[in-house]
């Protein structure tokens, strides 16, 4: 387990190499919706052993149409958050987008998102860093792997060294994302943590509808072609019903089907790691 994720009070620790899983819904879409699917990942992580940050935006900053839901209010959400790290004794994520929602999202939360458009923002990135929270820094799509530790050491100039990068897909045209799994190992020679961001990484933006649509029958083996080059965590984002989700709805994962999925890469990485 990486010594950034040992540093989360609430965080698992598990006796073997599992990889780590940061998933949720894409978004806080109200009161109740959140701590059900949370309690039902937890369930399959414990039995699982594998390490479990509960992630969700306390709201969208980035949306492709100006009618498009952002969040119930951010402090409302964020308590939300809370609320569930509480009750279920886990760690939770949500992202930031300015140094001043950094400071007041430190407040409610373990791990601070750096989203990947924001992912070269000096100033968020530094007084993301000054919380002294894990940051999570979205590799952006416009970005090479190697080059991400100019980002990383922004973040590590605060005096933060608990600094993991996540792997989201490049732009390929206008409208369709491509990974190139090369970033992995590049990223882990930075010496960081890596994570593959499986469903964001299927993402289809820019659609002429203004709605983002993506390929979810290829989360499984995004996850699989992760796992097997090397990834230390997995990101996805998962919603009981994806069809009805507020946010992304088109490349996340069905959440009846985690269990499944997650057996599978927890084999792989047995492989991997020569078990």
Same mark, same amino acid.
């Given at each position: 387990?990486?010594?950034?994720? *040992?540093?989360?009070?609430?965080?698992?620790?598990?006796?073997?190499?599992?990889?780590?899983?940061?998933?949720?819904?894409?978004?806080?879409?109200?009161?109740?919706?959140?701590?059900?699917?949370?309690?039902?990942?937890? &369930?399959?992580?414990?039995?699982?052993? $594998?390490?479990?940050?509960?992630?969700?935006?306390?709201?969208?900053?980035?949306?492709?149409?100006?009618?498009?839901?952002?969040?119930? &209010?951010?402090?409302?959400?964020?308590?939300?958050?809370?609320? $569930?790290?509480?009750?279920?004794?886990?760690?939770?994520?949500?992202?930031?987008?300015?140094?001043?929602?950094?400071?007041?999202?430190?407040?409610?939360?373990? @791990?601070?998102?750096?989203?990947?458009?924001?992912?070269?923002?000096?100033?968020?990135? /530094?007084?993301?860093?000054?919380?002294?929270?894990? $940051?999570?820094?979205? *590799?952006?799509?416009?970005?090479?792997?190697?080059?991400?530790?100019?980002?990383?050491? *922004?973040?590590?100039?605060? &005096?933060?060294?608990?600094?993991?990068?996540?792997?989201?897909?490049? /732009?390929? &045209?206008?409208?369709?994302?491509?990974?190139?799994?090369?970033?992995?190992?590049? /990223?882990?020679?930075?010496?960081?943590?890596?994570?593959?961001?499986?469903?964001?990484?299927?993402?289809?933006?820019?659609?002429?509808?203004?709605?983002?649509?993506?390929?979810?029958?290829?989360?499984?083996?995004?996850?699989?072609?992760?796992?097997?080059?090397?990834?230390?965590?997995?990101?996805?984002?998962?919603?009981?019903?994806?069809?009805?989700?507020?946010?992304?709805?088109?490349?996340?994962?069905?959440?009846?089907?985690?269990?499944?999925?997650?057996?599978?890469? @927890?084999?792989?990485?047995?492989?991997?790691?020569?078990?």
């Amino acid at each position: 387990m990486p010594d950034s994720l *040992k540093s989360i009070p609430k965080i698992k620790h598990t006796e073997g190499n599992n990889f780590f899983l940061l998933a949720g819904p894409c978004v806080i879409e109200n009161e109740h919706m959140a701590l059900p699917i949370a309690r039902r990942i937890l &369930g399959i992580t414990n039995r699982l052993e $594998i390490p479990f940050i509960f992630k969700a935006s306390y709201k969208k900053a980035n949306r492709s149409r100006v009618d498009s839901f952002r969040g119930i &209010g951010d402090v409302k959400a964020l308590k939300i958050l809370r609320d $569930i790290s509480e009750e279920l004794d886990i760690p939770v994520i949500t992202d930031v987008h300015s140094e001043a929602e950094a400071r007041m999202a430190a407040n409610y939360v373990d @791990v601070l998102q750096i989203p990947a458009f924001l992912c070269r923002q000096t100033e968020l990135l /530094m007084a993301a860093g000054e919380t002294g929270k894990v $940051i999570n820094i979205k *590799k952006g799509q416009f970005v090479s792997g190697e080059s991400m530790r100019f980002a990383v050491e *922004k973040v590590r100039a605060t &005096g933060n060294e608990n600094v993991w990068l996540t792997e989201r897909g490049s /732009m390929f &045209g206008y409208e369709d994302l491509v990974v190139d799994f090369r970033n992995i190992p590049e /990223m882990k020679q930075i010496g960081v943590p890596v994570v593959l961001d499986i469903t964001h990484s299927l993402q289809q933006p820019n659609q002429n509808s203004g709605i983002t649509g993506g390929h979810p029958e290829l989360i499984e083996t995004m996850g699989k072609a992760g796992i097997a080059a090397g990834a230390d965590g997995i990101f996805l984002e998962t919603h009981p019903k994806p069809a009805i989700a507020k946010s992304d709805g088109a490349n996340m994962l069905q959440l009846d089907l985690l269990e499944n999925l997650l057996e599978h890469l @927890v084999e792989i990485r047995k492989v991997v790691n020569g078990f």
